[in-house]
C-alpha cells in the first residue's frame, strides 16, 4: 500500500558535495555534507542546528557551485552527533534551476532517483 503521509513532487538523488548553510534572520552558518539533491529541496548533515522553518541560504560546492534559498523542512538528530535536516527550495530564477541540474548530473553517485 503507498505511504501518502509524504509527498515529493521532486526526485532525489544521492550527490557527493559540500554544503554551507547561512541562516538569514542571524548571523549563523553551518557546514556540511549534501546526502541527496533534487530540485524541490536537499538533506544535509550538518555541524550546527538549525530551526524548523527558518530561512536559510545553502551553497552547494561542486561543479557549478550553487546558491540557493529555501527554508528548513525538517530536523532531526543524526547517529554521529551533528544535525540532519531537510531544506525545501524556493527557486525564483529558471537559470539557478539550469545550475541545480548540472551539479545533479556532476556529482550523482546513482543512477536510479531515491
Same mark, same amino acid.
Given at each position: 500500500? =503507498? !505511504? #501518502?503521509?509524504?509527498?515529493?513532487?521532486?526526485? !532525489?538523488?544521492?550527490?557527493?558535495?559540500?554544503?554551507?548553510?547561512?541562516? &538569514?534572520?542571524?548571523?549563523?552558518?553551518?557546514?556540511? !555534507? @549534501?546526502?541527496? *539533491?533534487? *530540485?524541490?529541496?536537499?538533506?544535509?548533515?550538518?555541524?550546527?542546528?538549525? &530551526?524548523?522553518?527558518?530561512? %536559510? +541560504? @545553502?551553497?552547494? #560546492?561542486? $561543479? =557549478? +557551485? %550553487?546558491?540557493? $534559498?529555501?527554508?528548513?523542512?525538517?530536523?532531526?538528530?543524526?547517529?554521529?552527533?551533528? %544535525? &540532519?535536516?531537510? %531544506?525545501?527550495?524556493?527557486?525564483?530564477? +529558471?537559470?539557478?534551476?539550469? $545550475?541545480?541540474?548540472?551539479?545533479?548530473?556532476?556529482?550523482?553517485?546513482?543512477?536510479?532517483?531515491?
Amino acid at each position: 500500500m =503507498p !505511504r #501518502w503521509d509524504h509527498f515529493r513532487a521532486h526526485e !532525489r538523488y544521492e550527490v557527493q558535495c559540500a554544503a554551507t548553510v547561512r541562516m &538569514r534572520h542571524r548571523k549563523l552558518e553551518s557546514q556540511g !555534507r @549534501v546526502e541527496n *539533491l533534487g *530540485l524541490g529541496g536537499a538533506a544535509l548533515s550538518l555541524s550546527q542546528p538549525v &530551526r524548523l522553518g527558518e530561512p %536559510v +541560504s @545553502v551553497r552547494f #560546492w561542486g $561543479d =557549478p +557551485s %550553487v546558491e540557493l $534559498d529555501g527554508e528548513i523542512a525538517w530536523v532531526t538528530w543524526a547517529a554521529h552527533g551533528g %544535525v &540532519r535536516a531537510g %531544506v525545501r527550495f524556493r527557486v525564483e530564477r +529558471s537559470a539557478t534551476l539550469g $545550475d541545480l541540474l548540472r551539479l545533479i548530473a556532476s556529482s550523482a553517485t546513482a543512477t536510479e532517483p531515491l
